[in-house]
């Protein structure tokens, strides 16, 4: 099967600017679907730009017409313009699922989150696994793409470390690899040929929690100073924001505090460094 036309949604996100360079790479006929093209840095004479909104349907219609591939960075982590996880994780996607599978869009690959399935619990999770559920029964051939973080989540450790004191839920041990936006777009390009339905994947090295603290206080060339919290204490503090805010606010702190508090290991994979990451972001936070 030759592949010549991918159609990337949410290009002008982190891991979405990496894909399109890397379908660019690999001389693919590469389409990019934004919303504000006044908003946009890609070249035009490299990539054709479709302005759409993928939260509307009906501007839509006819963009998946002679694509081969479909590839959906779709999601949001801080929620801006009224715009909530249903709308735009589920909904969005399911409406550009359903423009892909009207056109005869051979694959459609999508990336979620590592353990999504076992954290549905949690309100951004939930409507990425919805509609994961949808693109499971939807016909078309799929890749489910499950990083398990991205090196730049990473920084709260270094800004932890700038203010001089990192914190911890637990003693510091839980585990993960994270993994580089460049490394994670070659996965995803890759999955075009792949025939595998979900790939688990994360960076070449694994840490503990306390070793990414103690690399940021290097980085820094500051003492390591740590703070231990016991699980109550990220309990209370998902409860009251839970109670007291609304899901614009507390949806990022219930993902980011609930896998803090679990291990977050996937296969290995890439080349890049999480230290020399650090080397390069220290002058930036």
């Known amino acids: 099967m030759k592949i010549d036309k991918v159609l990337l949604a949410g290009a002008t996100g982190y891991l979405g600017k990496y894909i399109a360079h890397e379908l660019l790479e690999k001389e693919y006929n590469v389409k990019l679907l934004v919303r504000n093209l006044n908003k946009v840095s890609f070249d035009p004479k490299k990539f054709e730009l479709i302005q759409a909104e993928v939260t509307r349907p009906e501007t839509l219609e006819g963009i ?13 982590t801080k929620q801006k313009d009224g715009y909530t996880y249903m709308d735009v994780d589920y909904q969005a996607n399911l409406n550009l699922l359903e423009e892909a599978k009207r ?45 398990n973080g991205f090196f730049s989540d990473m920084t709260e450790f270094l800004k932890m ?13 839980y585990k993960i690899n994270p993994i580089h936006g460049e490394d994670l777009a070659r996965v995803c390009v890759n999955a075009i040929y792949k025939l595998e339905k979900t790939i688990e994947i994360g960076g070449p090295e694994i840490f503990t929690h306390k070793d990414i603290a103690r690399m940021a206080f290097q980085i820094l060339d500051k003492k390591p ?19 007291f805010t609304s899901s614009k606010t507390y949806g990022p702190i219930e993902f980011f505090m609930t896998v803090l508090a679990m291990d977050m290991i996937a296969p290995t994979y890439g080349n890049y460094k999480l230290k020399t990451f650090f080397e390069e972001e220290r002058q930036n936070i």
């Open 64 to 76: 998946t017409g002679n694509i081969d591939i479909v590839i959906s960075t779709i999601g949001i």
């Open 103 to 147: 056109s005869g869009v051979r694959k459609f690959i999508y990336v979620s989150a590592l353990n999504g399935d076992k954290l549905k619990y949690l309100k951004m999770v939930k409507a990425k696994e919805m509609f994961v559920e949808q693109l499971k029964n939807s016909g078309l051939d799929y890749c489910i793409v499950r990083p």
């Open 161 to 173: 470390a700038k203010k001089g004191t990192v914190h911890f839920f637990g003693n510091g041990d």
């Open 225 to 243: 100073k740590f703070k231990y919290m016991p699980d109550g204490i990220r309990k209370l503090i998902l409860w009251f924001t839970r109670a």
